[in-house]
C-alpha cells in the first residue's frame, strides 16, 4: 500500500468493484484514486472463478497503480475464489477477501472502516463484515436494459440498507433517490487541468484530414450505428474519427465492420487515460451520439465535461442527463438536426476565445477533486467525523482523530 499519509489516516475505505484495475479507465477509477488522498482505500479485484483455479489456469498479473496517495489494489488469492454454492461456503470465502482487504487497512492504523459498494451484486458484503458506514454508488442502470424493467427487490433492500446512496445522473435519481433518504447526486467530473492544457497533436490523429467529427468511449451497442453510417455517407468531406475499444456486444460487430470500408471513418483503438486528451483537444467537434432509449436516458457520459474541458464544440443526442448542459451542447434528436447541427458547430463563430471559455467554465464546476472532496465530505459526516474541508471543498488540514 502507499506510504502517503491520506488527510484522514485512521479512516479507510473498502471498494468492491466489477473490474479489474486496468489503464482504461472508468468513474471508480477516477473516484477512488483521489478519495485516497483523504483516506486509506484498497480497491478490490474480482476473484478468480473457480474453474480457472481448478485448471492452475495463469491469472492476468495483479497490476497496481502508480503512485496515488492512500490507494492500492487487493487481488484476492487462488484459495480465495468465487463460489455460488453451498452458499455457506460461497459466504465463508466472500468474507475471508473481505477480511484481508480490511486487515490491509488496519496494517495501516485504520480504526473506522466503510464499505463502498459499485455494484448490486456485492449487496451480501453489508451483512458478512462489520463496517462503520456503507455506501453504494450507482453509476449506471446496472439492468443495462433498452427498455425499462422494474427494479430488482435486492437491490430496493441494498438502496435501503446502507448507510449513505450516492447517484451519477438526474434520471437515476429520479429512479432510485426514493429509498434511502441519505441519497446524493454526484455527476461525473473531469481532470480539468488535463483536459483544458495544451497537448501535442498525436501522430495517428495528426494524419488523418480535418474537419474532423470525434468521439472517446467505448464503442457499444448504445450508440446510434445507423446514424454514424449515414452521416459519414451524407458527409464525405468530414472525417469521423472513433477513439476507445470495442465492447464485447454482438450487435457491434457488422456496423464497425461496414464503417471500417468508409474513406472517411477512422477507428484509432483504445488509448491510455493519460493520452486520451491529446485527442479530444485535436477534434474539431465531439460528439455523443447515443440512441435515446429507456437505457441511455439514466446515463451520465463520463466524456461530457471532459469534451467541454477542451472548449471544443459538442454535439449530443437530446438525452437526460444533457439537458441541463443545453447551453454549451448542441442537443439533437434527427440525422438531419445531426447534419446541420455539425455544419453549425465548424463555422468559427462557435470557435470564438469567448465560447472556448464558457464551455471550459462548465467543465471547471465538475472537476473530479471537488466532486470526490463532497464524496469525502459526506462520508465523513456519515462517521461522525469533522470534516477537514471548507464549504468550496478545498482540503485544509488532518482530520479530527478518530475517538
Given at each position: 500500500?502507499?506510504?502517503?499519509?491520506?488527510?484522514?489516516?485512521?479512516?479507510?475505505?473498502?471498494?468492491?468493484?466489477?473490474?479489474?484495475?486496468?489503464?482504461?479507465?472508468?468513474?471508480?477509477?477516477?473516484?477512488?484514486?483521489?478519495?485516497?488522498?483523504?483516506?486509506?482505500?484498497?480497491?478490490?479485484?474480482?476473484?478468480?472463478?473457480?474453474?480457472?483455479?481448478?485448471?492452475?489456469?495463469?491469472?492476468?498479473?495483479?497490476?497496481?497503480?502508480?503512485?496515488?496517495?492512500?490507494?492500492?489494489?487487493?487481488?484476492?488469492?487462488?484459495?480465495?475464489?468465487?463460489?455460488?454454492?453451498?452458499?455457506?461456503?460461497?459466504?465463508?470465502?466472500?468474507?475471508?477477501?473481505?477480511?484481508?482487504?480490511?486487515?490491509?487497512?488496519?496494517?495501516?492504523?485504520?480504526?473506522?472502516?466503510?464499505?463502498?459498494?459499485?455494484?448490486?451484486?456485492?449487496?451480501?458484503?453489508?451483512?458478512?463484515?462489520?463496517?462503520?458506514?456503507?455506501?453504494?454508488?450507482?453509476?449506471?442502470?446496472?439492468?443495462?436494459?433498452?427498455?425499462?424493467?422494474?427494479?430488482?427487490?435486492?437491490?430496493?433492500?441494498?438502496?435501503?440498507k446502507v448507510t449513505q446512496v450516492f447517484v451519477h445522473s438526474p434520471g437515476l435519481m429520479e429512479r432510485k433517490g426514493k429509498f434511502n433518504p441519505c441519497t446524493e447526486m454526484i455527476p461525473n467530473g473531469v481532470d480539468f487541468k488535463t483536459y483544458s492544457r495544451g497537448w501535442d497533436e498525436p501522430a495517428d490523429l495528426a494524419a488523418i484530414p480535418r474537419p474532423r467529427i470525434g468521439y472517446t468511449g467505448y464503442l457499444k451497442k448504445y450508440l446510434d450505428w445507423p446514424l454514424l453510417q449515414s452521416l459519414s455517407e451524407r458527409?464525405?468531406?468530414?472525417?469521423?474519427?472513433?477513439?476507445?475499444?470495442?465492447?464485447?456486444?454482438?450487435?457491434?460487430?457488422?456496423?464497425?465492420?461496414?464503417?471500417?470500408?468508409?474513406?472517411?471513418?477512422?477507428?484509432?483503438?483504445?488509448?491510455?487515460?493519460?493520452?486520451?486528451?491529446?485527442?479530444?483537444?485535436?477534434?474539431?467537434?465531439?460528439?455523443?451520439?447515443?440512441?435515446?432509449?429507456?437505457?441511455?436516458?439514466?446515463?451520465?457520459?463520463?466524456?461530457?465535461?471532459?469534451?467541454?474541458?477542451?472548449?471544443?464544440?459538442?454535439?449530443?443526442?437530446?438525452?437526460?442527463?444533457?439537458?441541463?448542459?443545453?447551453?454549451?451542447?448542441?442537443?439533437?434528436?434527427?440525422?438531419?438536426?445531426?447534419?446541420?447541427?455539425?455544419?453549425?458547430?465548424?463555422?468559427?463563430?462557435?470557435?470564438?476565445?469567448?465560447?472556448?471559455?464558457?464551455?471550459?467554465?462548465?467543465?471547471?464546476?465538475?472537476?473530479?477533486?471537488?466532486?470526490?472532496?463532497?464524496?469525502?465530505?459526506?462520508?465523513?459526516?456519515?462517521?461522525?467525523?469533522?470534516?477537514?474541508?471548507?464549504?468550496?471543498?478545498?482540503?485544509?488540514?488532518?482530520?479530527?482523530?478518530?475517538?
Amino acid at each position: 500500500m502507499n506510504d502517503a499519509r491520506p488527510l484522514c489516516p485512521d479512516v479507510g475505505v473498502v471498494s468492491l468493484v466489477p473490474d479489474r484495475w486496468s489503464e482504461y479507465w472508468q468513474p471508480r477509477h477516477q473516484i477512488l484514486t483521489r478519495l485516497g488522498r483523504y483516506f486509506h482505500v484498497v480497491w478490490v479485484n474480482p476473484a478468480r472463478e473457480l474453474g480457472d483455479v481448478f485448471a492452475l489456469k495463469r491469472s492476468a498479473s495483479c497490476a497496481q497503480p502508480g503512485r496515488y496517495p492512500g490507494f492500492t489494489v487487493y487481488c484476492p488469492e487462488m484459495w480465495l475464489p468465487v463460489l455460488y454454492r453451498p452458499q455457506s461456503l460461497a459466504d465463508f470465502v466472500f468474507r475471508q477477501r473481505l477480511k484481508h482487504a480490511c486487515d490491509m487497512l488496519e496494517k495501516r492504523g485504520v480504526r473506522k472502516k466503510v464499505l463502498y459498494i459499485w455494484r448490486p451484486d456485492f449487496a451480501k458484503a453489508v451483512d458478512l463484515v462489520s463496517f462503520d458506514v456503507s455506501c453504494y454508488h450507482i453509476d449506471d442502470e446496472y439492468s443495462f436494459s433498452t427498455l425499462e424493467l422494474p427494479i430488482k427487490e435486492a437491490e430496493k433492500q441494498l438502496l435501503s440498507k446502507v448507510t449513505q446512496v450516492f447517484v451519477h445522473s438526474p434520471g437515476l435519481m429520479e429512479r432510485k433517490g426514493k429509498f434511502n433518504p441519505c441519497t446524493e447526486m454526484i455527476p461525473n467530473g473531469v481532470d480539468f487541468k488535463t483536459y483544458s492544457r495544451g497537448w501535442d497533436e498525436p501522430a495517428d490523429l495528426a494524419a488523418i484530414p480535418r474537419p474532423r467529427i470525434g468521439y472517446t468511449g467505448y464503442l457499444k451497442k448504445y450508440l446510434d450505428w445507423p446514424l454514424l453510417q449515414s452521416l459519414s455517407e451524407r458527409h464525405p468531406e468530414w472525417s469521423f474519427v472513433l477513439v476507445g475499444p470495442v465492447s464485447p456486444h454482438i450487435e457491434v460487430t457488422a456496423p464497425i465492420e461496414a464503417l471500417r470500408h468508409r474513406p472517411n471513418v477512422y477507428f484509432l483503438g483504445a488509448k491510455a487515460a493519460q493520452v486520451l486528451p491529446s485527442y479530444t483537444q485535436h477534434f474539431d467537434v465531439c460528439t455523443m451520439p447515443y440512441l435515446a432509449n429507456d437505457y441511455t436516458k439514466y446515463i451520465y457520459p463520463l466524456k461530457l465535461h471532459e469534451y467541454l474541458a477542451t472548449g471544443r464544440p459538442t454535439v449530443g443526442t437530446r438525452i437526460r442527463s444533457l439537458e441541463d448542459f443545453s447551453q454549451v451542447v448542441a442537443l439533437v434528436r434527427t440525422p438531419e438536426e445531426w447534419s446541420a447541427q455539425l455544419n453549425t458547430a465548424l463555422q468559427p463563430e462557435f470557435n470564438t476565445p469567448e465560447w472556448q471559455q464558457a464551455r471550459r467554465a462548465v467543465a471547471a464546476r465538475h472537476d473530479w477533486q471537488l466532486l470526490v472532496a463532497r464524496i469525502a465530505r459526506t462520508l465523513l459526516e456519515r462517521l461522525g467525523m469533522e470534516p477537514p474541508i471548507t464549504a468550496d471543498w478545498t482540503p485544509l488540514e488532518d482530520c479530527q482523530q478518530v475517538s
